[in-house]
């Protein structure tokens, strides 16, 4: 298809590397407009480094900023030129883990109402006319509460674009095809043992009950292989230095965020579509492209 064009939705910078970065730079290298929103700045991360501890929210508070500097590095090794944050940079902020304290601050995501937060993202839908959006699923793909409130905010902006009712001076957008990206269970438990084969000299390799990210092989809909782009993955990884140690290259494609769980980055990625149609199939019964079964619409 002419142009084609996909909208990621994701929680905190470094999501989208982890999660969705092979992708995004294979549709960026193939010509499509790749538009990241991301939703706060990452504030409550558990910084890494020693050297830039200080910037931590019990310290200076100041790891916010510092991390736009890092997505800015990590969208350019992957090729998005497009990126925006919801609202503007520090409009929402990083709600924490599930339970944490922080889920009671007044501008956390999580305490956001979803149609107030979807006003902000309505407008960068009628604006980039996605034909795709990526995001996550109702549990938040490991049930963090920003990337739950992520899904739901993405989920109303979608319904809003297409509503001619909704009035703010743009013309409505239907976006033909949602997805959640995903891992199925046998991959990451392939990946488990890779990594104890590898026994990685800078993280402990955790149980798949640990990791707590996989689904069920049979909800995956589509795998998208990009392993030719993985390297522009594992360079957007180590731009976010505050948040994810990346092994040495000898080593393999393995990184650790603070909780020095191994994990193995992955050149195909997973999604499950949650609205649209399926286009044709390949290898597993999968689709292998997400835009797979589009023609060409108006706009």
Known sequence: MKE?????????????????????????????HVCLVTCTLGEEGEVIPEDLRHLASDKEDRLGEYRIGELAEACAALGVRDHRFLGGPGRWRDSGMMGAATNDHPRCFWRADPDTA?????????????????????????????????????????????????????????VSKVYAYATPRTVLARAIAVMREAKLPFARVAGLDELGSGVPD?????????????PAKIAALRAHRTQIAVAPDEVGPFYALSNNLGQQAFGTEYYILQAGELGPLGPGRRERDLFAGLADPPG
């Open 4 to 32: 084609p064009r996909i909208l990621f939705v994701h929680a905190h910078p470094d999501d989208e590397s982890i999660g969705t970065g092979a992708t995004m730079a294979k549709y960026a290298a193939e010509g499509a």
């Open 118 to 174: 979807a006003l902000d993202l309505v407008p960068v839908i009628r604006e980039v006319r996605p034909h795709v959006i990526v995001t996550y699923d109702e549990r938040g793909n490991y049930g963090h509460p920003d990337h739950i409130q992520a899904h739901r905010v993405t989920w109303r902006a979608y319904e809003l674009a297409a509503d001619p009712a909704h009035e703010d001076g743009a013309e409505p957008w239907r």
């Open 218 to 230: 049979g909800q995956v809909t589509s795998a998208v292989d990009a392993r030719a782009h993985l």
